[in-house]
């Protein structure tokens, strides 16, 4: 028996319907069993099988490079935009690299309320808390806020007894350091109370103060 007598083809239509008027489209389905080879074909014709080249090919083909497409760009906005503890809130936020950058930042720093935040890329706690310090700092322009990644800065933060993570020195002036405290977001208020505290003699405290006289000089 020769392998064109031995072939069975099993074959049905399947009709696309609309909301209008159904109009059939067979759609011819072909099952091929051969001695030698298995193989199944999908065609709108007796005689056409599935490649790239027909409409349903092309259709899967152009599908798949634009999922392709959707995913590469997805990709490459996540890497474009900058990790949480990379965000700055302003001028006023500086990242702490070396220890001599960190000396040099509080002793410029003059009489200005210096706040250090140390953290970790890691941390929970201080991701949660991370969005409030930046409005906090936005905020207070007239504070200095100083970001020191623990992993990156390990020396300085044993010099400095940081042995958890969020944590918070105060540096005021010729006073050093005034106050140093663990931090959670639940607890936020302890900073903003901490602030309140030392930030006397501020920049705002004394543009409104100076107001204050030539309101007065004028009556």
């Known amino acids: 028996m020769s392998p064109t007598t031995s072939l069975r083809s ?11 008027n159904p109009s059939p ?5 072909r099952q091929l069993l051969s001695s030698s080879n298995r193989f199944y074909g999908l065609s709108s014709s007796s005689s056409s099988s599935l490649t790239t080249s027909s409409p349903i090919g092309n259709l ?3 599908s798949r ?12 906005a996540e890497t474009e935009q900058p990790k949480w503890w990379e965000r700055k809130a302003g001028p006023n936020m500086v990242d702490i690299t070396s220890t001599e950058q960190f000396l040099n930042a509080l002793k410029d720093a003059g ?10 890329t890691w941390c929970g706690s201080c991701r949660a808390m991370f ?3 930046c409005k906090t700092a936005k905020e207070h322009p ?15 933060c044993k010099s400095l007894n940081v042995k958890v993570l969020p944590y918070f020195h105060f540096y005021r002036g010729a006073d050093g350091q005034v106050e140093s405290f663990s931090c959670s977001l639940a607890k936020f208020q302890k ?7 030392h930030n006397v003699g501020s920049f705002s405290d004394i543009s409104s103060s100076a107001s204050e006289k030539v309101e007065d000089s004028s009556e």
Do not use: H, M, T, W
Request: a neutral charge; glycine letters at 2%; charged letters at 25%.
């Open 10 to 20: 099993l074959s049905f239509s399947l009709y696309a319907s609309s909301n209008s």
């Open 25 to 29: 489209s067979p759609i011819e389905i």
């Open 60 to 62: 899967v083909f152009s």
């Open 65 to 76: 490079k634009q999922f392709i497409s959707v995913k590469v760009q997805a990709l490459a």
């Open 111 to 120: 009489d200005r309320l210096v706040i250090v935040d140390f953290y970790g």
């Open 131 to 133: 969005p409030k310090l």
């Open 142 to 156: 007239e504070i200095l806020f100083l970001k020191v990644n623990f992993d990156e800065n390990k020396s300085l």
């Open 191 to 197: 900073l903003r109370e901490a602030i309140e505290r």
